[in-house]
C-alpha cells in the first residue's frame, strides 16, 4: 500500500525570522507554509503585498507591518492587541472628558464631551436650544406655532365629536351629576347665562356665593323671609349692562326674583 505524502513533515527555515521549523512537504513547492507561525505569516504576506506599508504603533512606537485596505475609518492599527486595547482605552477617555463652556442663550457655563460639541451643541438645556433656534430661524419656529384660539376651537370640536358619538352615556353622566352638585350646576348655568347676556365681569364663584348667603342669613333681599333654598338675583340685571360678580349679586326667593324681573330694586335686607 502507497503510502500518502501529505502528512510528511521536512525541516526547512522560516523566510521571515530564519528559526528551522517543521513544514509540510506537500505544500512547500507551491509555496505555501513558508513561516514557522501565525505572526511570521502575518508579516510574509504583507512583505509580498504590494500595498502593505511599515507604521510606527501609535501606543509603544514600535514598527510594524499593516495592510492599509484592511484597516476600517474606525480603527486604531497597532502591533499588538495589548496596545490595542490601550488604544481603546484613551478613546473611551477622550470621549467621556467633558469641556465647560458658556450657554449661548442664558450664559451658564454647563458641561459637553468632544462629541457634544462637535454636533454643535451650544446650550445648557432644552428651553434654551427652542430659544436660540427662534431667533435663529424665525420662520422655521413660527411655522408649527398654533394661536390660542385655534387651540381652544378644536378642542370644542373634539368634545362636540364626542358628545355625539356617547350622547346617552354623557347625558346619563350629566344627569348624575346635576343631582348629585345641584348648587354647582346652578353656579354653571348661571354663569352661561351671564356669558350669553355678554355681562363685563363674569367672576362670581361657589365660595363668594355660599359667603353671600351667610352673610344675609339664608333670607331673601327684598322679603326678608328665610328659605332653604334661595336663587340668584342681579341688583343691575344683566339685561341692562350688570355684572356677574359679588357686589352686583343678592340671593332672593323665587317669587321676588320672578316679580322683579328686569327691574332694580333696592335690598330692604342688609347682610350681616
Known amino acids: 500500500m502507497a503510502s500518502h505524502s501529505y502528512g510528511r513533515r521536512v525541516e526547512r527555515p522560516c523566510d521571515i525570522c530564519g528559526e528551522t521549523y517543521q513544514a509540510i512537504a506537500s505544500l512547500v513547492p507551491r509555496g505555501l507554509s513558508r513561516t514557522c507561525s501565525k505572526p511570521c505569516a502575518i508579516r510574509l504576506r504583507a512583505l509580498s503585498n504590494t500595498r502593505g506599508e511599515m507604521r510606527p504603533c501609535p501606543v509603544c512606537g514600535a514598527d510594524f507591518w ?4 484592511k484597516v476600517t475609518h474606525r480603527q486604531t492599527p497597532t502591533c499588538s492587541e495589548a496596545c490595542q486595547a490601550i488604544s481603546h482605552s484613551r478613546k473611551l477617555q477622550a470621549r467621556s472628558a467633558r469641556t465647560e463652556q458658556p450657554c449661548a442663550d442664558c450664559g451658564t457655563p454647563f458641561s459637553a464631551t468632544p462629541r457634544e460639541l462637535a454636533r454643535g451643541k451650544a446650550t445648557c438645556s432644552r428651553s434654551c436650544s427652542y430659544r436660540q433656534r ?4 424665525p420662520a422655521q419656529s413660527n411655522r408649527h406655532r398654533v394661536s390660542a384660539e385655534h387651540r381652544a376651537m378644536m378642542k370644542r370640536a373634539t368634545t362636540r365629536a364626542y358628545r355625539d358619538r356617547h350622547r346617552a352615556e354623557v347625558n346619563r353622566k350629566q344627569s348624575e ?6 348648587e354647582i350646576a346652578y353656579l354653571a ?8 347676556m355678554a355681562a363685563p365681569i363674569r367672576d362670581l364663584t361657589q365660595k363668594q356665593w355660599r359667603a353671600i348667603k351667610a352673610a344675609f342669613g339664608n333670607r331673601c333681599a327684598y322679603c326678608g323671609e328665610h328659605f332653604e333654598r334661595l ?3 342681579h341688583v343691575i340685571p344683566l339685561s341692562k349692562g350688570g355684572s356677574h360678580t359679588a357686589s352686583n349679586v343678592v340671593p332672593a326667593c323665587r317669587s321676588c326674583n320672578c316679580r322683579k324681573a328686569t327691574n332694580i330694586w333696592v ?5 350681616e
Do not use: F, G, H, S
Open 66 to 69: 499593516v495592510i492599509p485596505w
Open 134 to 137: 427662534a431667533r435663529t430661524y
Open 177 to 182: 351629576y346635576i343631582k348629585a352638585n345641584p
Open 189 to 196: 348655568q348661571e354663569r352661561r347665562r351671564a356669558r350669553k
Open 231 to 233: 336663587t340668584m338675583d
Open 267 to 271: 335690598p330692604i335686607v342688609l347682610p
